[in-house]
């Protein structure tokens, strides 16, 4: 039976962060992924923006891995050459009678230590879109967006640089404890020794952790899709609605050549195995997402939203249900990451730093 020292299943942003991390600390790592390439699930299907730290409890892991994480993907990126943009963000009331709730979402962006919001009145935000239609926004300058794609790459590229393995179309089908660490069951008659495994498979993460005989939280599986527009927005900046139950609301992001998509919608799953989940985008939501859109974007042309994508988080919250936190649980050899769903690009490299502290 093979050895290595670390396990990292999940070969998306935050898996491959994780690995990077760790083989640059000295440490062997192997990492498994059951898909057949890196980053096909929750890393490829998002909204692919680098956040602030505005929407989270302070205090929560949330909240300081976003911040600290944010900080560092900038000199990440920069460094090694990863297209990104520090475009900023405005996160708009609509009516007069939500601007207090602009006011909380300024001081909870405060208290998590984001230093550069400014809230707007109907002129200014008129003055820096004008295009939009708010009675006030919060301008977060330091929000943005990045190639994923790109990132992923360049993760792989120092994770294996410094000794790392990857294996791919390697789904882990169970595991048990061997001695001091796992035996892990790779596909259906491959066994691999690790001396400490991080469980890093997103949506899989739950069923991961069941098959290796740990207990794992329920995860709530809601699908967000995403529409494009078809001519060319006249917006500088991301727009974003004040947050709506299980998600942000349906928001306007630009990616790296300035096409604009809306979304992300957040329709709950009946519960099933993650593996049967599809990512289908039914054009008759078209309307609904025009109607949304409208609120703040009244000029959006009739019939100029096409599908796009969508993307499936695992969540912790449920419909109704106050938004839950990352979740870092640790078992004799093994880390389980659960809910690790947005911010968790943004703070990808700084969950990194979190797990190699653990280990």
């Known amino acids: 039976m093979d050895q290595v020292e670390v396990a990292v299943i999940g070969a998306g942003i935050v898996g491959l962060a994780i690995a ?18 890196i980053g096909t ?21 949330k909240a300081r891995l976003c911040v600290h994480g944010k900080a560092l993907l900038y ?3 920069a460094a090694r050459g990863i297209a990104h943009q520090r475009c900023g963000k405005l996160v708009v009331a609509t009516r007069v009678g939500d601007l207090p709730r602009l006011q909380q979402l300024a001081a909870s962006g405060a208290a998590n230590g984001v230093g550069d919001l400014r809230l707007l009145d109907q002129a200014q935000v008129q003055a820096l879109e ?40 390697s789904p882990v089908t169970g595991g048990s404890r061997d001695g001091d660490g796992w035996r892990l069951r790779v596909g259906e008659d491959f066994e691999l020794g690790a001396r400490c495994v991080i469980n890093a498979a997103g949506l899989f993460a739950a069923q991961v952790a069941r098959s290796m005989g740990t207990p794992a939280p329920r995860l709530h599986f809601a699908r967000g899709h995403y529409f494009s527009l078809t001519a060319r927005a006249p917006f500088s900046r991301l727009i974003y609605p004040l947050p709506a139950d299980g998600g942000l609301g349906v928001h306007l992001t630009l990616d790296l050549g300035g096409q604009a998509r809306f979304g992300p919608d957040v329709q709950w799953l009946a519960d099933t195995e993650p593996a ?20 703040y974007w009244p000029g959006l042309p009739t019939g100029g939203l096409q599908p796009a994508y969508s993307g499936i988080r695992p969540k912790l919250s449920g419909p109704g249900e106050a938004a839950a936190d990352f979740r870092i649980e640790q078992a004799p050899g093994l880390i389980n990451l659960f809910g690790i769903e947005s911010p ?9 730093e979190e797990v190699a502290a653990l280990l």
């Open 41 to 61: 699930g929750i890393s490829s299907r998002n909204s692919e923006v680098i956040h602030a730290g505005l929407y989270y409890p302070a205090g929560s892991l």
């Open 75 to 77: 000199d990440y990126c």
């Open 130 to 169: 004008p295009a939009l239609q708010a009675a006030g926004a919060l301008l977060s300058p330091s929000s943005g967006i990045v190639d994923s794609h790109g990132l992923m790459t360049a993760l792989l590229a120092d994770a294996e640089a410094a000794g790392a393995t990857l294996a791919l179309a």
């Open 276 to 295: 049967a989940l599809t990512y289908a985008v039914d054009p008759a939501l078209a309307p609904a997402f025009e109607a949304e859109v409208r609120g």
């Open 344 to 352: 968790g690009l943004t703070a990808s490299l700084a969950l990194a």
């Open 20 to 37: 990077r991390e760790l083989v640059l600390r000295g440490r062997d790592v192997v990492v498994i992924e059951a898909a057949g390439a």
